[in-house]
């Protein structure tokens, strides 16, 4: 094995820096290179010189940020191709979290670090499945990362969804959902489970959809909520964004069930404080189990941890031999709670 990654990777306060590479992962604020894991907007910041990520999460960067501020100078690197930057190899290889979302794998003379991102490890429709790669040192987030979370499956609880919509065929069940993933990935599920009637959006989802499709994702029709007449609304379903689904906007909605997807569903105090009546433990990220299991398959003897419960987690893995550390990173986990 070469030098230790510890010696080649830094955590500065811009975020995680590749030094041989000349590179950051994810900064916090602009930088000069970045490569980007995914584009949620805790992640993916904009005002960066030269970025370089999938070109999925391009597409999605410039559909959020406008193609200026997605960074001066754009370059899309395919699953599994390797680039040398100074000496580094760089791969970006599928991490399962939202459409385009990728883990980086960086080798440096023989030893080789890996940062996640976010991921999970449950099937998801719109993305390509988590491809574990051994490493020396794993860079994991850590969101759920306490025993009492554990993520169902996600089928089980679009069957859920389901089952009340056929309880009560008068009421229109409005479920709060992240713009970017997790909207997406109700949908294909919806359609999956073999909903296919029109699945009605608050205009905040609509823009992150129509990237999804343009890249290849069938989601099917997808009416405008707000424009819909009211007769129309009875009985079906609407996504709207969290912030909406219990105000003012939800109100006109006929006699609204209120659901959220969020693996933060799994605190039903959270889901009372928020006036949700139908919790759906739905999560991009990986839960209490898919977090150890992962840690254990690419077999690094050192974990960083980002953004979450990073004591319990480095904890748990030092029982099993394996030395953690947490990066105690500021800024990530700053979307909308209910994004996770
Ligand atoms: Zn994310
Ligand atoms: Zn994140």
Not at 52 to 59: D, K, Q
Not at 96 to 112: E, I, N
Not at 121 to 143: I, M, S
Not at 223 to 228: G, S, Y
């Amino acid at each position: 094995m070469g030098p230790h990654p510890a010696t080649w990777m830094r955590s500065l306060p811009q975020g995680l820096f590749c030094e041989p590479g000349g590179f950051f992962i994810d900064p916090l604020r602009a930088v000069d290179r970045a490569v980007i894991t995914h584009a949620h907007s805790d992640h993916a910041r904009p005002g960066h010189r030269h970025v370089l990520a999938t070109r999925e999460t391009l597409a999605l960067m410039r559909a959020r940020m406008g193609a200026e501020r997605a960074g001066e100078a754009q370059q899309a690197l395919g699953w599994g191709e390797v680039l040398g930057i100074n000496g580094v190899e760089v791969r970006l290889l599928p991490a399962g979290h939202v459409l385009g979302s990728a883990q980086v794998a960086m080798t440096y003379r023989g030893s080789r670090a890996v940062v996640s991102g976010d991921y999970k490890r449950q099937a998801d429709p719109t993305c390509r499945g988590f491809e574990p790669a051994p490493c020396d040192v794993f860079v994991t987030e850590a969101t759920f990362a306490l025993p009492v979370f554990r993520h169902p499956p996600a089928g089980q609880e679009i069957a859920r969804l389901l089952a009340s919509v056929a309880l009560f065929p008068e009421r229109t069940h409005v479920v709060g959902c992240y713009a970017l993933g997790k909207c997406q990935r109700l949908i294909a599920l919806l359609r999956e489970a073999g909903w296919d009637r029109p699945i009605y959006l608050h205009g905040a989802l609509a823009a992150m959809c129509e990237v999804y499709s343009a890249l290849g994702q069938r989601l099917g029709e997808l009416p405008a909520a707000t424009v819909a007449a009211k007769g129309a609304l009875v009985g079906a379903i609407v996504l709207a964004p969290p912030g909406a689904v219990a105000d003012r906007w939800a109100r006109r909605l006929a006699d609204p069930v209120v659901a959220m997807a969020s693996g933060w569903m799994r605190v039903r105090q959270r889901a009372k404080s928020r006036g949700v009546e139908l919790p759906l433990v739905i999560s991009d990220h990986a839960d209490w189990d898919e977090l150890n299991a992962t840690i254990d398959e690419v077999g690094a003897p050192e974990v960083w941890v980002t953004h979450g419960q990073e004591d319990a987690l480095i904890h748990a893995v030092a029982a099993r031999g394996i030395k953690g550390r947490a990066l105690r990173l500021v800024g990530y986990g700053e979307e909308d709670e209910a994004g996770a």
